[in-house]
């Protein structure tokens, strides 16, 4: 897949992960009239969605990360490799023996993605209790995912990489 960057500037947003599926995708004047979050405490947040009781829990990212908010587009752009290339051979001129078998010098085309927004934390919502940074699939994801990124972008590779426990990351 590919991103391309909105003509538009990046607004920031503050996505909510719902605990409930809504079959509408249109636009809606959800701040006023259906979503009023109220701040419990510093680590909690309570709102009725359709009369249910939600508490959500914010995660922010760590500094240096953000998230960003994608739409599928119908477009797509063709990749070919850029002319002089040899294909086969990574940058270091070693072989890379999983671009033949791949294909990698034959034109793929991508999808294009565009990019509606920004954030810095993401809420998790659930019914009647606050999800737990353990036991919560989507808080565990982004702790795992953002350690894992460490790991893999991590100039000096360290063994206890592999088996220290994740950084938490829900400031709330």
Not at 18 to 24: A, D, F, N
Request: aromatic fraction near 8%.
């Amino acid at each position: 897949m590919f991103v391309l960057d909105s003509e538009q500037p990046k607004k920031t947003v503050q996505p909510h992960l719902l605990p409930c599926k809504l079959s509408y995708s249109g636009p809606v004047n959800a701040e006023s009239r259906y979503w009023s979050p109220k701040q419990e405490d510093k680590d909690t947040t309570t709102a009725y969605f359709r009369g249910r009781k939600l508490i959500g829990k914010t995660a922010a990212l760590p500094e240096g990360y953000e998230g960003v908010v994608l739409q599928k587009t119908d477009r797509t752009i063709v990749d070919a490799p850029a002319p002089g290339t040899f294909q086969g051979y990574n940058e270091h001129g070693e072989s890379d023996d999983d671009a033949d078998m791949i294909g990698a010098s034959a034109p793929r085309e991508l999808k294009v993605l565009e990019q509606l927004g920004t954030f810095e934390a993401i809420t998790v919502w659930r019914h009647e209790a606050a999800p737990e940074d353990t036991e919560d699939q989507y808080l565990k994801a982004i702790s795992e995912w953002i350690r894992f990124a460490a790991a893999i972008h991590d100039d000096e590779p360290n063994a206890d990489n592999a088996t220290s426990p994740a950084k938490d990351v829900t400031n709330s």
